[in-house]
């Protein structure tokens, strides 16, 4: 069992940055991915980016890839995600999330098990 916080969300006009950060708890996470996803309103969830927690490997969404980086903070067992260069289709609930994806699945959030509550983003002037 892994218990996810997200923490981070706000409020930020375009071109800035938040820094996103999930906690987690409960079962050591070497074994598994850590994946961001979002969900706009009236849009379906869709991947952002995750990391393997043993070897560090990162996935990014094509929509995110040189805007966003992820990663991993072992000391205190947490991902987190760095949004740069914001713009305001990024605007949704970020979801922090643990599974053992194949490489191929990386991006289906159908292999993710354990979810955090989520945190909003919204990118506005």
């Known amino acids: 069992q892994v218990h996810l916080v997200e923490s981070g969300g706000g409020l930020v006009q375009p071109g800035g940055s938040l820094r996103l950060s999930c906690a987690a708890s409960?079962?050591?996470?070497?074994?598994?991915?850590v994946a961001w996803f979002r969900q706009a309103p009236g849009k379906e969830r869709e991947f952002v980016a995750s990391l393997r927690w043993s070897g560090g490997t990162t996935y990014y969404a094509n929509s995110v890839k040189g805007r966003f980086s992820i990663s991993r903070d072992r000391a205190i067992s947490a991902v987190i995600l760095q949004m740069n260069s914001l713009k305001s289709e990024d605007t949704a609930v970020y979801y922090c999330?643990?599974?053992?994806?194949?490489?191929?699945?990386?991006?289906?959030?159908?292999?993710?098990?354990?979810w955090g509550q989520g945190t909003q983003v919204t990118v506005s002037s």
């Open positions: 409960g079962s050591p996470l070497g074994s598994y991915a």
């Open positions: 999330a643990v599974g053992r994806p194949i490489v191929s699945a990386m991006q289906d959030s159908r292999m993710y098990y354990y």
